[in-house]
């Protein structure tokens, strides 16, 4: 009778226990994949996150905007238990792990003015010789976080630029030669500078893809900091349920059809 009891107090503690609050944070101003919108988070990978959580009765996810710099410094400093897209980079960055499953990719690529890079096929740096380059502020990482290596800097002028959009546009209007970006984010703003009245194609040249720089795989970087000082007492539970949620998804296309949604 006793265990009886034991069991189902247990069973009761249980069946009424509160979500887990998790937080993993997201770059604010990284569309079309992630981004905040009237205080909400937006985007492919916020949407596939938040159907993910939606399958993990025990855990409740917020989804935090921040400034890329900001997420890898909260990482780094074991205030943040996750950042949201990283690319793996186990050597450059020791703080960040262990990584998610895999759940998306992208494509770092060079957009240029037309005419700027004349090699074809073109190699990057060296067929890019005194031309100035717009770098978007804190994605070191679309160069393994060595844009100012010996061998880039000899080659190319980089200028830091807050985001993709206003990269694209001094591409468009001659006041850069050319930008690395995203390749999906190339074409989301290029459609949306469109839509603006930014880019007239009876006016201006179109930018052109010059060079793809990497093909990455995207993850969320766990805080090996916050998790060796145990700030995170359910990461480990969180991380597995969640991987496990993610796969489903991307299993039934969930992925894909997000996607389209963004880029149509």
């Known amino acids: 009778m006793k265990l009886y009891l034991l069991m189902m107090s247990v069973w009761s503690l249980s069946l009424f226990a509160k979500p887990v609050d998790i937080t993993l944070l997201i770059d ?3 569309k079309p994949y992630m981004y905040m919108q009237d205080g909400q988070a937006s985007g492919i990978y916020a949407e596939l996150l938040m159907a993910a959580a939606s399958k993990l009765p025990d855990f409740t996810l917020h989804l935090q905007g921040v400034s890329w710099q900001e997420g890898k410094l909260m990482i780094k400093s074991g205030e943040a238990l996750g950042l949201v897209g990283t690319y793996y980079h186990g050597k450059e960055r020791p703080y960040v792990y262990p990584y998610s499953i895999n759940f998306s990719s992208e494509r770092v690529i060079t957009v240029c003015a037309p005419g700027k890079v004349t ?3 073109a190699a990057w740096p060296t067929d890019y010789d005194d031309l100035l380059v717009g770098n978007i502020q804190g994605y070191d990482g679309w160069l393994r976080d060595n844009v100012r290596s010996e061998l880039n800097t000899r080659h190319v002028n980089f200028l830091e630029i807050p985001n993709t959009e206003l990269a694209l546009e001094m591409v468009i209007k ?3 030669d050319c930008a690395l970006s995203e390749q999906s984010a190339f074409a989301f703003f290029m459609k949306a500078l469109k839509a603006q009245g930014k880019f007239d194609p009876t006016k201006h040249a179109m930018p052109v893809v010059v060079n793809e720089i990497s093909n990455e ?6 805080s090996a900091t916050g998790i060796a000082k145990g700030n995170f ?3 480990e539970r969180f991380r597995r349920e969640f991987d496990y949620a993610l796969f489903d998804l991307l299993q039934n296309g969930e992925l894909a059809a997000i996607y389209q949604r963004y880029m149509q």
């Open 233 to 235: 007492a359910d990461a």
């Open 174 to 176: 001659g006041r850069l």
């Open 217 to 222: 795989s995207v993850y969320i970087g766990y």
């Open 119 to 121: 090699q074809s096929p």
């Open 28 to 30: 604010k101003n990284y």
